[in-house]
């Protein structure tokens, strides 16, 4: 069976003063549904840019990128919108909710995006909220939240189109270590339900719950290891 | 997503901002406002034109002498003492399509009643003047056929002249001494206003026969001059009437050429015409003016969306992260110009109508503001919105998901 992600001799440049720089060299990666994967390295090691293309929120230079059948190279904006919008769930280091808008309408967003009709979109993101442990908060602005709330709020957001893929960008770096062990085993849950889990982090506790520790330096995978 | 969601997220966007949204708001208001309000003053300049011309009677025309002149240099209309009063009589005579015509000799004469006395315009007609005219005697009443064949010594005082010599006091019956010669007052004329003549209650009316053997010093053997003669045609056949005076008056004049006519023809409606070409370039440079407030409002949006996209980067950037399109971020921009506009345009509909009904009551202007006014001002602010909210939006709609999620 094909992969969910398939990454093939994936090269980003970066053209800077006549020089060509490269944030990822040569790469090949393939996850499979329902793995839980953590992406490690240094700043600069090229783990953001690689986010950002297999979030498809950039495209690689070269190279060739297939997810869950769909040829990403191909697609224009508007369908990579759509992909991102349908299959990929985004959780950011700051998460990222708009501030003027409640827990619930952040996570009504996507699917307004989606064309999810009014009532079915309510019901989903009430259902949601309290999948995460927020029902009690539907009404609260970001800034009435704590930052663990923020971070199960924008949890909740990243799940509310059902995507294969969560995508998580230093999802604990805001959060003091209990709220971020909550986090984690919130992502291990997410799992069971056959989510695939990518977690792009410089913290080894937050890598070591995962199944396979990815590292890269230079644009590179130097190690690829799957624990027991 | 539909237009109550699109509406819902840009009026989320206004909001968010409150203090510059209503600044950016009060431009176009200002803008909407002052083109209701000028529109309604030039409106108002076109009617009050109109009334004036339909006051002067109704399918009148009004014929005049022509100029002197030669090698195309004119000496000015009315110049050349070319129309007679058996010209009058003769229209009266031959020409079917004219109801009733009146011949006008004017003269600036001295009258005086008593111990006051004062220089006015005497002015010699026939007795079917008041319905040619549309210009009636509130007291007493016009002198008779009877009179006027008679020569009779009579006159008939506009309502400023009782004012000026009868100090206001019922002057009918009264005798009032004109160059010397005496007359009796056997009516007053209704309060008329001013025209573009002149001062239509500053006059005396007296039969233009009894003008030519006292006052006017012509006689038969001089030639009975007029300065002007007014027709009032038949219904509906303004015309006519204007062809058959033009085609009688050319075979009494000894007239070949179209060019050497030796008087001037107007129907009502070309005064109308001239009337309304005047207030028509009146009305539409208020309009201009108005209109370039209108654009430094919609500057004002444009500029205000600018600041909001650039603002507004990371949110743009997460919109686009979880799925918004080009068209649902240029939308909403879009939208929160056109509704910013709109509001605007509202509200300065309303102040519009709020200042012309005030500058009407102060007495100088007649105003009037039309639906079309109303609904072009609708419309225009409608237009401010998409064109100068566009741009703004274009830019918000272009920008990379990564850029945008990495501003701060």
Redesign the interface.
Known sequence: MASLIDLRSINRVYEMGGESLYALKNLTLSIDTGSYVAIMGTSGSGKSTLM?IV?C??RPTSGSYSLDGVDILRCS??QL??V???KIG?V?QQF?L?A??TAIDNVM??M????VPKVERYNRAVQVLEQVGLGSRLYHRPNQLSGGQQQRVSIA?ALA?KPSILLADEPTGALDSHTAEDTMHLFNELVSHGITVIVVTHDQDTADHARRIVRMRDGEIVDDTVCS | MGLAELFLIAWQGILSNRLRSSLTVLGIVIGIASVITLMGIGEGAKLEAEKQVQALGVNLIYIRPGSIGTSGVSMGQGTAPTLTYEDVLAIKENCPAAEDVAAQYTSSLQIQAGEKNTLTTVVGTDPSFPDIRNFHTAQGRFFTVQEANDSARVCVVGDGVVEDVFSGASAVGKKLLIRGELFTVVGVMEHKGANATGDQDDQVFIPIQTGYSTLFGLNLVSGRAVKSILVQAKAGEDLQAQFQITNLLRLRHNIQSPDGDDFTIRTQMDILQTAQSITGVFALLLGATASISLLVGGIGIMNMMLVSVTERTREIGIRKAIGAKYRDILMQFVFEAIVLSLTGGIFGILLGLGSAYWVGSLGQWTTVVTPSSVVLSFLVSLAIGLFFGIYPARKAALLDPIVALRSE
Do not use: K
């Open positions: 950002n979030g929120l950039d904006d508007d919108a759509e991102r919008n349908a985004f950011f990222n708009l003027s808008m967003l996507p307004v995006y989606a064309g957001r189109n």
